[in-house]
Each structure stands twice: as structure tokens, then as C-alpha cells.
């Protein structure tokens, strides 16, 4: 655990969907907090983290369950503020002496109207105004008896005790989700809540980049670090920071495996080794690559060979430099999260993404990874901080398998060629339209099909491609953009025209689910 330079809050996360956007309203008040899974909290763990305030979440569970999730009870005697929601507040009821039912026809699920009773909370300012509020609610049980201290604050129809609260103790419960989008005033009561708690506002970025330099120095030493950079922003924005802080023990590895984009190896080792000055080796491995995956037409095999390729690429850098003991990677919050799931259980693989897990520990490097507690958007931000140039900041997501995974069927270098030069008139296209800021990512995929058209009077038998642009949050789910009509055909005919090889243009406009965002 890092070194406290500023307030924190802990969420101890029972499983709901929607924990990580109690997070997200968190970090909109520069507020920090942290989730954990309930099995790795206990009165150790809260004291060694210190938090200001404690937020129970919301959970599938039952209090009835058998071996149903808890908070430890040491929890309630620490005189800290604690903000229960949902599960959080049936549990916070049933361990400190009150009665939750079972749902038996009162269960709630989707939108309700709170009506205020009794005394205005101060955790309400700014709720009621219009007499009711709208939330969402999501709850098969319901609190029936409230623990001794409690009093209600807001009724709804189904939930008698929907807002609850023990002023003595700070202790403060709910039945709905103020952190979603259908509680419209849900961010007051995070607000009011952290207010009360006495939090500051100190999570700036300013703040975390000072910490996050101190950390690294405390990591690593006087040890060598390589980073894997692709010039996505998250790598750059984790090389420029660490790079900050240990100088020269970094050296970042860029592998150009033949699978980028138009201008992008250039663009990356200008800006980082010309303008930033830092250690950069430039691991020119196309024909590596290219050669492995030559005859490969399976989406898994593709990501599985590319993946070891790049283990196999950094681990001979690793060596080159002197031997380095961490290996840098811009892991982000979400990625943090997913992986210590509250159910444990193994999920379905859709993708084997190449850059999560697996790589340090077959390399026998430890991992530094300064960006772990952040959203995509707080990387930006810290990116902006660090200086990085607007361009790098803004830029559309890029997968590590790069092109490869863009290109369906078998691999091949006409096939790439062709499509580096479509994707390039197609980001054109976007840009001069004033589009690219409002695309969470857009890109061009070849289709392993030739189609037969007609140009100047000739026949032509040429590949097909699909244009793609989707918006999103955290790609987890996505929507195609609704590009106009005038849009797609301008850019349908650049294309054919400017792209020898291309003779018919088609747009992705799949949503995932069920779709995914990259086509393989
Ligand atoms: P999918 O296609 O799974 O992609 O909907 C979601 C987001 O992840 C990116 N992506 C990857 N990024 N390594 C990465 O660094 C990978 O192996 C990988 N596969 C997909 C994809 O571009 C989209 O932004």
C-alpha cells in the first residue's frame, strides 16, 4: 500500500455491477477511494488504510445466504462515517441489530419516488426540492427493523426505510443506487456524505503525480525498469511519469512487429527518444512477427503467437539493458477491478488480451505499474499534467496485437499494405470533419472476401473493408457512431479512390454486446 499523501475513502465491495461507478462519482469530487473485495477486509486491513469514511456497496447476495458476505464488525466501533448501500445497508442493519425480510412481493427493480420523512439529513441538501426524488432501485430484500440509533429519512413504496440514518454514529444507509445514472441526484448525496466525512477535494493530479513518483522511487531503487511502450496513451503516459522518477534506469521497448499503422513507429520514436530524450529501443521485429504468423487465419492463434512473440522480445531487451528487475505497464483501474472480481469464478475468455497478465511471470520480472488506480479519462488528465502533447492524449484506443487483429482470415503484407492506407484516409476523413475528439475509436478492418466492381469502364476484383467507430465508456460496451449519410459516402469514395486495392466499403454499426469492438 502506497504512502498517504491525501485523504481516502475505502469501498468494500460486496459485488454489485455498479461498484466501480461509486468510484467514478468519487473521483468527480477529487476524492480518493479505493475498492476491495470484502474477503480481503478486515480490522487489519481498514486500520492499515486508514480511511476517512467507509462506503458499503451494493451485492447480489442475501443476508440470509448461507456464508453471506459481512463487513467486520470492528468496522462499527471505529467512529468513522459509513455510507451503506443497498446490500451495503442490509448488512450494516443485520450486524448491528436490525431485521431484513425476504423480498416476498416487495422486491423493487428500476425506478422509484422517495418521499422525504421526518427531519431534512444534511446528506439530502439540495434532494426534494420538487417534494419527491426519482432513484433506481435494485432489491429483492428489504430492511424491516431498523438497528437501535437508526431513524428514516425517505420512504418509497416498497422500501419503508429507503433512507435511513444514525446521526450520533455518522452512519448513514439506503435502499437505492445513488451512483447511477437514474438517481439524477445521487452525485449531491456523495457529495453531502464526503462533505460531512471532512474530505477536502486533495485528488488532483497534481497530487497523484508527486505520489506516484515517490512510490516508483520506493519500488524500484537503484534497479533497471523496461517499459513496453506502443505509444497508446496509457503506455506514454506510465513511461513519461516513470520516467520522471528514476531517469535513466528506464528504458522503454517499442516493437514495431509490422502490424501498425501508417507513420505510427516513426511518429512514437520521434516524440519519445527525439523530444523526451528517453532510453528507447526500437525492436524492429516485422519479420519475426510477420514470420510466425504467416498461414494463421485463427483469431486465438494470431493473439496466442503474438503474445509469446512479445514475451520473447522483451525478455531478450530485458537482458540487452543489463539486466532489468520490473517490467513497467500501463494497467489501468478497470483492469484491476475485473480481475479480483467479487465472484472469483472463471469467466468465459472472449479475447486473450496479450498485455493483461501472464508476461511478468513468465519473464521473472516485477511489475510496476503507476497507473493502476486510475480511469482511462485520469490518465488523460495526468497526461495533460505531464505535459504530453494534446494528440497523444486524445488518441483513440490501439490494440497490442495491432493490425493483425483488424486483418480477418490470413495475414498477409499486400493485405496490410492495403489496409494501413484505408485507415489512414478514414482517421483523414474523421479528423477533417472535426469528428475524431467525439469517436471513442475508430479504425479500418480488411475483409478476407474480393468482390467484383467496376471502375472507368473495368472490371475489378478487389478485398472489401469495414469501417468502424464506436463510442464508449470503458469498452466494455460500445455503439457504433451515427455517422450521416453524407459522411460515410465522401469517405466510402476517398477510399476506393485513393486505396488501390479496395473496391467496396461497408460500415460496422454492431453494438457490443453482441458484437465486439475490434474484429477479432
Ligand atoms: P474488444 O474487441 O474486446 O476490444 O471489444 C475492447 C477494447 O480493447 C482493445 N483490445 C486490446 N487492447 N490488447 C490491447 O491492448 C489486446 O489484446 C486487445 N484486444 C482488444 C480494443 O481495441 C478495444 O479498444
Known amino acids: 500500500m502506497s504512502t498517504q499523501i491525501h485523504d481516502r475513502l475505502l469501498i468494500i465491495d460486496f459485488g454489485s455491477q455498479v461498484t466501480q461507478l461509486i468510484a467514478r462519482r468519487l473521483r468527480e469530487l477529487s476524492v480518493y477511494c479505493e475498492i476491495h473485495p470484502f474477503q480481503n477486509v478486515d480490522e487489519t486491513f481498514i486500520k492499515n488504510f486508514a480511511p476517512k469514511a467507509v462506503i458499503l456497496s451494493g451485492g447480489p447476495a442475501s443476508v440470509f445466504d448461507e456464508n453471506a458476505p459481512r463487513a467486520p464488525q470492528a468496522l462499527f466501533e471505529m467512529g468513522l462515517p459509513i455510507l451503506g448501500i443497498c446490500y451495503g445497508q442490509q448488512v450494516m442493519m443485520h450486524q448491528l441489530g436490525g431485521t431484513v425480510e425476504r423480498g416476498h412481493g416487495t422486491a423493487e427493480f428500476g425506478r422509484a419516488f422517495v418521499t422525504p420523512k421526518d427531519d431534512k439529513l444534511s446528506i439530502l441538501d439540495g434532494w426534494f426540492s420538487e417534494g419527491i426524488e426519482q432513484v433506481w432501485m435494485s432489491h429483492g430484500d428489504h430492511v424491516s427493523k431498523l438497528a437501535e440509533g437508526f431513524d428514516v429519512y425517505g420512504t418509497s413504496p416498497n422500501a419503508p426505510f429507503a433512507i435511513t440514518a444514525d446521526l450520533s454514529r455518522n452512519f448513514f444507509a439506503v435502499q437505492f443506487h445513488p451512483e447511477v445514472h437514474h438517481t439524477p441526484n445521487g452525485a449531491k448525496l456523495y457529495e453531502n ?142 483492469d484491476v477491478i475485473e480481475s479480483v472480481s467479487f465472484s472469483g469464478g472463471p469467466s468465459v475468455t472472449i479475447k486473450s488480451h496479450h498485455n493483461v497478465g501472464g508476461l511478468p511471470e513468465k519473464m521473472g520480472l516485477k511489475l510496476v505499474e503507476p497507473l493502476r488506480e486510475l480511469f482511462k479519462d485520469e490518465v488523460r488528465a495526468l497526461g495533460r499534467e505531464l505535459g504530453l502533447p494534446a494528440s497523444f492524449v486524445g488518441r483513440h484506443p490501439f490494440p497490442g496485437p495491432g493490425l493483425a487483429i483488424r486483418c480477418p482470415g490470413k495475414i498477409t503484407r499486400e493485405k496490410l499494405d492495403i489496409l494501413r492506407k484505408a485507415d489512414a484516409v478514414y482517421i483523414d476523413q474523421i479528423r477533417k470533419h472535426g469528428l475524431y475528439d467525439k469517436i471513442w475509436q475508430a479504425f479500418v478492418a480488411i475483409l478476407p472476401v474480393r468482390t467484383v466492381g467496376v471502375m472507368g469502364d473495368a472490371r475489378t476484383y478487389d478485398y472489401a473493408c469495414a469501417l468502424r467507430a464506436v463510442n464508449s465508456v470503458d469498452g466494455m460496451t460500445a455503439d457504433y457512431y451515427p455517422f450521416t449519410h453524407e459522411f460515410l459516402g465522401e469517405t466510402a469514395t476517398r477510399i476506393i479512390n485513393e486505396v488501390e486495392g479496395i473496391n467496396r466499403v461497408t460500415y460496422d454499426i454492431t453494438s457490443k454486446p453482441p458484437g465486439t469492438i475490434e474484429w477479432e
Open 193 to 334: 456524505f464526503v462533505k460531512l466525512a471532512g474530505f477536502t477535494g486533495d485528488w488532483t493530479m497534481g497530487a497523484y503525480r508527486e505520489q506516484a513518483i515517490a512510490d516508483i522511487r520506493a519500488q524500484v531503487g537503484d534497479a533497471k525498469v523496461i517499459c513496453g511502450l506502443s505509444g497508446g496513451v496509457d503506455s506514454s503516459v506510465a513511461a513519461v511519469l516513470i520516467y520522471e522518477a528514476i531517469g535513466e534506469q528506464l528504458t522503454c521497448v517499442f516493437v514495431d512487429h509490422g502490424l501498425l499503422r501508417e507513420g505510427e513507429a516513426e511518429e512514437v520514436v520521434t516524440m519519445f527518444r527525439d523530444h523526451y530524450k528517453m532510453p528507447l529501443i526500437h525492436a524492429e521485429e516485422q519479420e519475426l512477427f510477420l514470420g510466425e504468423l504467416d498461414g494463421q487465419s485463427d483469431p486465438e492463434a494470431k493473439r496466442k503467437i503474438i503474445g509469446r512473440l512479445f514475451i520473447e522480445v522483451f525478455d531478450k531487451h530485458a537482458k540487452s539493458v543489463g539486466g532489468a528487475k520490473f517490467l513497467a505497464q500501463g494497467t489501468l483501474y478497470p
